[in-house]
């Protein structure tokens, strides 16, 4: 693998663990730490004398700051060591595009004040937009990694059934994370004690909450049926490892969700949750770019007899 493969891996790690502790901040209702101000902390560089909500808040600015930094220097070593129009660069510009979009929502959400006690029905777009923007993030740092380390690029166009299916399966995932934001939302605000602020709007997305997990379950059997179907018209290892291996996880985070909603989920199980997520959709993504890169399987001509 080259430096430049491994440097895409780890920016693709280190992103992870920023966007588990961007949960942190919420389940925890850290989000106006550094009150309404954004890119300032209270209005001030370096917050003095914080509390241990600016601490948690600031610290996730100072750690999405540097995988902003990391998003940026991946973008400027590919123009260096990749040529012109190879697929290594485009995949790092539309992630520094997305790393640019995933800070605005960010700001976003502290300027508009959607954050902490916040009971609204525009928090709730504003947290499902976020994890939208996140998923998008997270599939071109992975793909840059995947190409960087050999991937094959592959068409978008004369896919037919099999470019709907991986479309198909990468967009119910999407749903499902969206419809997770709505959930864990509502979990915080029970959490916090601050349904009864706003009463009509906490109801509704405590009502809310049950649509996540029906849809993860829905949606397992279109996982189990297409990724088996997927693999065995485009057959490779990688795409039976990964296709495999994503519905084994895919069946335990099921059981996980269960667990979280006994548990009444507190925060340990809520980044433990998101980081089985985030371990999925890299793996579907990655096993999307396999299929949609490898030659259908030719079928044997009849025999006449
Ligand atoms: C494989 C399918 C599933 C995926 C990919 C998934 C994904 C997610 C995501 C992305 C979140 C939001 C996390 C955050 O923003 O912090 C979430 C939250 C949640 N999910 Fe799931 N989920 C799945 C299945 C389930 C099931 C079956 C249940 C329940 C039976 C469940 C229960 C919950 C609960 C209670 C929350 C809110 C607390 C938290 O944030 O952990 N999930 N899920």
Redesign the pocket.
């Known amino acids: 693998m080259t430096r430049f493969a491994k440097f895409a891996w780890l920016t693709l790690g280190y992103n992870v663990l920023v966007i588990l502790w961007g949960?942190f901040v919420?389940a925890t209702g850290s989000g106006a730490g550094c009150g309404s101000h954004w890119p300032t902390c209270n209005g001030q560089i370096i917050p003095r004398d914080p509390s241990v909500e600016t601490l948690i808040e600031f610290s996730h600015r100072l750690t999405s700051g540097l995988a902003f930094l990391l998003v940026l220097a991946m973008l400027i070593w590919a123009f260096r060591a990749y040529p012109r129009k190879h697929i290594v660069r485009l995949g790092a510009v539309l992630s520094t595009f997305f790393m640019i979009t995933e800070a605005l929502v960010g700001a976003g959400l502290v300027l508009f004040e959607r954050v902490a006690t916040d009971v609204s029905y525009a928090r709730a777009v504003w947290m499902a937009a976020h994890?939208l923007n996140t998923f998008i993030l997270l599939l071109f740092i992975t793909l840059t990694a995947w190409w960087a380390s050999g991937g094959a690029r592959f068409p978008l166009r004369g896919q037919g059934w099999t470019g709907a299916a991986t479309l198909g399966a990468l967009f119910l995932?999407t749903l499902?994370?969206m419809s997770?934001?709505v959930?864990?939302l509502g979990?915080t605000l029970l959490h916090l004690d601050v349904i009864h602020t706003n009463p009509v709007v906490g109801e509704t997305l405590l009502a809310l909450r049950i649509y996540?997990?029906t849809l993860?379950?829905g949606i397992a059997f279109y996982m189990l049926v297409v990724l088996t179907r997927l693999m065995l018209d485009r057959p490779s290892p990688t795409a039976f490892r990964l296709g495999i291996g994503f519905n084994l996880l895919?069946v335990a985070?099921?059981g996980l969700?269960?667990l979280?909603?006994w548990l009444k989920?507190p925060v340990w199980?809520?980044l433990v949750?998101?980081l089985i997520?985030d371990i999925?959709w890299i793996m579907l993504v990655i096993f999307c770019a396999t299929i949609l890169a490898t030659r259908p399987q030719e079928k044997p001509a009849p025999v006449r007899v």
Request: proline content about 3%.
């Open positions: 949960a919420r994890l995932m499902i994370g997770g934001a959930t864990a979990d996540h997990p993860a379950v895919y985070q099921l969700g269960l979280n909603v989920a199980m809520q949750h998101l997520t999925l």
